[in-house]
């Protein structure tokens, strides 16, 4: 069954994505609803929240976003 983030995690994701000078405000919030599926994916197949987020955004590279 697949996890649903609460609003403090959901905030963390949104702090971290800000902290890279994401620029494409235009698409922002699909980039953080993106981000936080993936994590939600991660958390489910067993990793932490801490671990879900470092492992979404090594795989999505600053450069990528």
């Not at 800000?18 to 981000?35: G, T």
């Amino acid at each position: 069954m697949m996890i649903e983030l609460n609003e403090f995690q959901i905030q963390y994701i949104e702090k971290k994505l800000a902290e890279i000078k994401f620029r494409r405000q235009d698409i922002a919030e699909e980039l953080l609803d993106h981000l936080c599926c993936a994590v939600e994916e991660e958390i489910t197949d067993g990793q932490t929240f801490l671990q879900a987020v470092n492992n979404t955004f090594n795989t999505f590279h600053k450069d990528e976003m």
